[in-house]
Every structure is written in structure tokens, then in C-alpha cells.
């Protein structure tokens, strides 16, 4: 039996299609409230569990008959007033699941983030060599998700079989207009500046053909950069427009303007009630250029990565839809 965790988030759920396509057994966990997604909502062969990851009794019910676990959920926020929500998931849910996984004998793949690996050395590309470095600047996301890799090392040393794999900017049609999609629906309304930043993206079918290609190959104690390609954010706003068939941001932020854009939505979040559409944590981080390196899982799996073009253009085409 293998579980799911986040089976209901935008990974979770294309994980779950693709296993289930193999015919693998598949035991999926969800919160109370959480809403199934349409691309696993008619699947009759899926063992639903309700618990959630900090609930220690739920968990332990849910690891009955357990021999693969694939850690999904996680918190994402860049609001910095989510910090105590992002620890408590990303780090005490996972320890939970470390825990259990122990306990159990069951095998762990783990996804972390980009955001849990270090800066680039001189220049260089970003490998799973580099190790993250604490920074007073830090937002909380990256904290929370290097701690929580923290907790599945640590139960590595003490003999858990686990791989980890860190995935840059995950991008798909199943995400609509919210996470990564959020990038598209800017892009889609009109957005005029361009950050000067860059990061690593891929596609969310190449996320999860890699961890089932990981979960297979008996592989333990390592750690994979999953990335297609690097964009600066100009290239990457300008292929999402490509696709809507619309024009491109054609000016750069500069850093002073998203200054005042993220105080000027903190404003307009405390009149409306609604979370902020910018943070200072994510204006920073768009102005980063962080460059991944992605030979790692390529020697270790051969996976021909999709390219991106093709994967915005398969985005924007669904979400026109």
C-alpha cells in the first residue's frame, strides 16, 4: 500500500493519476474540508484517509498496512505573518511523518524545495551539494522547508529509508490561477513590469514521473534537484503572454517601485480583509537570481525533462478554457 500525503494538493493529485494509471494501490490523505481536484475526483480506486499531518492518531491509523510514503504536504506562504502555520506543517507535520514512516518500515520520498537549498558558489549553477545557510532576511517559507528536510535527514541517520527531492517553480494546468498559476492570471490581466530576477521551473507531471522513478530504484539517502530549465522572470512573462496571445511586460521593476507596491497591498490587505497580492518576502525573492543545476536526476533516471515552452504553452491553453 503506499500513502499520499497533500493527496489533494496540485502535486498530490497528479502523483495520485500517475500512480494510479500504473495500478498501484494507493491510500490518499485529505483534511476534513479539503476538496478533492477534478483530475482524481471520479477515481473509484483510491482509499481515502481524513487526518490531518499533526495529528499523530489519525496518522498512526493511516500507516496501517504502509510501504511507500510520498510526503506532499507542505504549507506555502509568503506572508510573514503565516510563520507559526509554516512551521507547524512544514516541520512538525513532517517530523510526524519521519516518525511514523520509522516506525512503520516504510520508505519516504520526501519533497522539499529549491528553497531549501543553498546560493550558488562563485557564480555557479546551484547543486544538491550546496546547503542552505541561515539569513536574518530569510522568508519563513525557506525556513520552514530546510527544517523540515532537516527532520527527514535526521531520520535518515537514525535509519529511515528516504530520498528527498527539491523541486524549483512547479508549473500545470492543475493548478489554475492560484500558487505558480498566480504568475499566469498576472500575466493574463495585463501585467506591464518585469522583475530582473530568475529561478528554476517545471513541469508537474516531470515532478511526479521522478519521484515514482525514485520511490522505484531502492536509491536511499540522497537528495534530487528537479528543475527543467532556469528563466528570467522577462523570459518567462514573455512565453506566458506568448500563449494568451497577448502582450508581453515590456518594463523592469525596479527595486524601489516593488518596495512601494508590497507596503501599498499590505495597506489595502488590512482595509479589505483578503491577504495581501504582494509581500515584502515575495518582492524580495523576485528580484533573486537563483540558477539550478538538474544532472543529478538526469544520470540517476534518464528523464528527458519537458521543455518549458511547451509546457506554458499547454498551461495557458487549458487555463483559456
Known amino acids: 500500500?503506499?500513502?499520499?500525503?497533500?493527496?489533494?494538493?496540485?502535486?498530490?493529485?497528479?502523483?495520485?493519476?500517475?500512480?494510479s494509471t500504473a495500478k498501484y494501490k494507493i491510500r490518499a490523505l485529505k483534511r476534513k474540508d479539503s476538496l478533492?481536484?477534478?483530475?482524481?475526483?471520479t477515481n473509484k480506486d483510491i482509499d481515502w484517509a481524513v487526518a490531518d499531518i499533526n495529528d499523530i492518531s489519525a496518522l498512526e491509523d493511516a500507516f496501517d498496512g504502509v510501504t511507500q510514503v510520498y510526503h506532499c504536504a507542505a504549507y506555502i506562504s509568503?506572508?510573514?505573518?503565516?510563520k507559526s502555520k509554516l512551521l507547524r506543517v512544514n516541520i512538525e507535520g513532517t517530523s510526524n511523518i519521519v516518525n511514523l514512516c520509522t516506525s512503520f518500515g516504510a520508505r519516504l520520498v520526501h519533497v522539499s524545495s529549491v528553497a531549501a537549498l543553498g546560493n550558488a558558489k562563485k557564480g555557479q549553477l546551484i547543486t544538491e551539494k550546496d546547503f542552505w545557510e541561515y539569513d536574518s532576511k530569510a522568508h519563513s517559507y525557506?525556513?520552514?522547508?530546510?527544517?523540515?528536510?532537516?527532520?527527514?535527514?535526521?531520520?535518515?541517520?537514525?535509519?529511515?529509508?528516504?530520498?528527498?527531492?527539491?523541486?524549483s517553480v512547479i508549473i500545470g494546468a492543475g493548478a489554475g490561477y492560484t500558487g505558480s498559476?498566480?504568475?499566469?492570471?498576472?500575466v493574463k490581466d495585463g501585467l506591464s513590469y518585469y522583475t530582473k530576477g530568475a529561478t528554476g521551473i517545471v513541469d508537474v507531471q516531470d515532478v511526479a514521473k521522478s519521484m515514482i522513478a525514485l520511490m522505484n530504484s531502492g536509491l536511499s539517502g540522497e537528495r534530487y534537484t528537479l528543475s527543467s530549465e532556469n528563466y528570467h522572470y522577462r523570459q518567462f512573462f514573455a512565453e506566458i503572454a506568448k500563449g494568451f496571445g497577448i502582450k508581453a511586460p515590456s518594463k523592469e521593476a525596479a527595486p524601489w517601485m516593488l518596495g512601494i507596491a508590497w507596503r501599498a497591498a499590505s495597506?489595502?490587505?488590512?482595509?479589505?480583509?483578503?491577504?495581501?497580492?504582494?509581500?515584502?518576502?515575495?518582492?524580495?525573492?523576485?528580484?533573486?537570481?537563483?540558477?539550478?543545476?538538474?544532472?543529478?536526476?538526469?544520470?540517476?533516471?534518464?528523464?528527458?525533462?519537458?521543455?518549458?515552452?511547451?509546457?506554458?504553452?499547454?498551461?495557458?491553453a487549458a487555463l483559456k478554457t
Not at 509568503?78 to 503565516?82: H, M, R, S
Not at 498559476?181 to 498576472?186: D, E, M, R, V
Request: net charge negative; proline share 5%; aromatic share 8%.
Open 267 to 316: 495597506l489595502a490587505a488590512l482595509f479589505t480583509g483578503k491577504p495581501a497580492a504582494l509581500t515584502s518576502d515575495a518582492a524580495r525573492s523576485s528580484t533573486n537570481e537563483s540558477l539550478y543545476s538538474n544532472e543529478k536526476i538526469k544520470r540517476t533516471i534518464g528523464i528527458q525533462f519537458k521543455p518549458l515552452d511547451q509546457s506554458i504553452a499547454e498551461v495557458c
Open 78 to 82: 509568503f506572508n510573514p505573518k503565516d
Open 181 to 186: 498559476g498566480a504568475i499566469f492570471k498576472l
Open 1 to 19: 500500500m503506499i500513502l499520499v500525503t497533500g493527496a489533494t494538493g496540485f502535486l498530490g493529485a497528479e502523483l495520485i493519476h500517475q500512480l
Open 36 to 41: 478533492i481536484p477534478p483530475l482524481i475526483e
Open 142 to 167: 525557506a525556513i520552514s522547508k530546510y527544517e523540515g528536510e532537516m527532520e527527514v535527514w535526521r531520520g535518515i541517520a537514525e535509519g529511515l529509508d528516504a530520498v528527498i527531492v527539491n523541486p
